[in-house]
């Protein structure tokens, strides 16, 4: 089959590998229908995740049909047509029952290497790196899907793969952050990143009764795709110094809640970008956290700080003293994806949201090397990129 | 004689009924104990083990039951003549607020002199804890998902530049 192989920083290659087997009882395989380029996917790009071993497969939002079920899934038949949720998760443990999907104790094989870094091992996630379970991807012609009883949802018929393809990830991370803010009558949320899981944090904010939600970025299209779709203010951080703008815009009073959606590869154009990026090209520090220092700076006393941004390992110069003296909350972490899975689709099917509107470019599998290149660089007002094996 | 004692603990989201009795149906061992090749029974505590050392070597040895109590603890020792001369104690205490059993594991091992006790030496001083610390973490895998994970036989894009080789 052919697949997206990561072979270096900045190199992807679409290549012949073999065809995934079951390997276990609990795995599915399923034929990709459609798939798309992550955000998260970028920080692999740009090499910024340790542990990524040339040939890898890649990708983690997918969404396809069976062709082969191992003799523990009942629940899946051939030709059903399913969502995938990025998390790998058995379902069965501590964490699983406890709606916490990734955070499983029993899917990362690799779990020793995540102890090393992190203490404790998260679950394993499709085309993630080593360090999340090595698992080959689903920007393939096939993929293998393990616990396949346990996460995969089956679309409704009349459905189509765009439509559905951002509930593997963008959706629910977006809806998570919005849902760590805790909003109520009268919020202000503040979004920093306006990529596809800012776009889909904005929108989530503004369903869950936002009074505004400020959207925060550099490209003129994408803080256009909030204005449009979600009704969002915006700020161009290029033009604007965000810190003062925020507090003009709520009164003096600062964001109730701030959603940093751009993780550790944050741009900035002052000093201290300049900083950062110097520590990360030496490897003094893996993130440059310019959104997430805004964020903390910029937030209400008591406030929350909701980060759906990837972090990898280190980054300097938090400043912690301004969260505890103002009483902050911060909450994180990859997507529970299976805890917002159905509630996000009666929601689609209700017209409440249509999230494919954050797809702007429609490629074949073969044209991923390009697909990454133009997202990576934000060329053609590309803000997501779905492939079609 | 170098000796080597392993302390870890992990919590399994089942009852210590289940997991006691898990362990002690020895033929699921070498599931989620890597180097554990067999154990074949040879009484009602008595077993024999072998298993894969470093270099290509085969371990043996015949171990009894000392301690055993249903749904609370496993001890053991390796009898006279052993490769690698081992005793244990499995504990099994339920863990609070329903979250299932702690395991708690203790394992000391004696090495033998010679080339054997060095080799063997080389592989416990890189981590004989962690390779334990792995046989639990799959022992758990076993008991709360059914199967251990696994990406061994999946596809990647070095499988084909190394069948191109060939």
Known sequence: MKAVCWIAPNTVRVQQVPDPALLNPRDAIIRVTLTAI???????YDGYIPAMLPGDILGHEFVGEVVEVGREVNNLKIGDRVIVPFPISCGNCFFCRRDLWSLCDNSNPNAAMAEELWGYSPAGIYGYSQILGGYAGGQAEYVRVPFADAGPLKIPDGMSDEQVVLL????????????????????????????????????????????????????????????????????????????????ELTGGRGPDACIDAAGMEAHDFGLEGVYDRAKQALCLETGRPH???????????????????????????????????????????????????RPLLERIQRGEIDPSFIITHRMR????????????????????????? | MASIEVRTAVTINR???????????????????????SISQAGERRSHWVARGPAGLRLSWDAEIVADQEGELIAWRSLPGADVENHGLVRFKPAPGDRGTEVHALIRYRLPGGVLGQALGNVF???????????????????????????????????????HGR
Request: hydrophobic share 40%.
């Open chain 2, 125 to 163: 001083n890189q981590g004989a804890g962690r390779l334990i610390q792995g046989d639990l973490r799959r022992f758990k895998q076993l008991m709360e998902a059914g199967e251990i994970s696994t990406t061994e036989g999946q596809p990647s894009g070095r499988q084909r530049e190394r069948e």
């Open chain 1, 168 to 247: 593997t990830d963008v959706l629910p991370t977006g809806y998570q952050a919005a849902e760590f803010c805790d909003i109520r009558p009268g919020d202000s949320v503040a979004v920093w990143g306006c990529g596809p899981v800012g776009q889909a944090a904005i929108k989530s904010a503004a369903l869950l009764g936002a009074e505004r939600v400020i959207a925060i970025d550099r490209f003129e299209e994408r803080l256009q795709m909030a204005r449009e779709w979600s009704g969002a203010e915006t700020l161009n951080y290029a033009e604007v110094d965000v810190i003062d703008a925020l507090k």
């Open chain 1, 38 to 44: 992550c955000g998260s996917d970028l920080h692999l």
């Open chain 1, 291 to 341: 959104a997430l220092r805004q964020a903390i700076i910029a937030c209400r006393k008591g406030g929350v700080i909701s980060v759906p941004g990837v972090y990898g390992s280190f980054i300097d110069k938090v400043p912690m003293g301004a969260a505890f003296n103002k009483g902050l909350t911060l909450r994180m972490g990859q997507t529970h994806v299976q805890r917002y899975l």
């Open chain 1, 365 to 389: 599998l073969d044209d991923a090397p390009h697909g990454y290149e133009i997202f990576k660089h934000k060329q053609d007002e590309c803000v997501k990129v779905v492939l079609r094996p």
């Open chain 2, 15 to 37: 009852s210590p009924h289940d997991v006691y009795s898990a362990w002690r149906a020895l033929e699921n061992i070498p599931r989620f104990m890597r180097h554990i090749e």
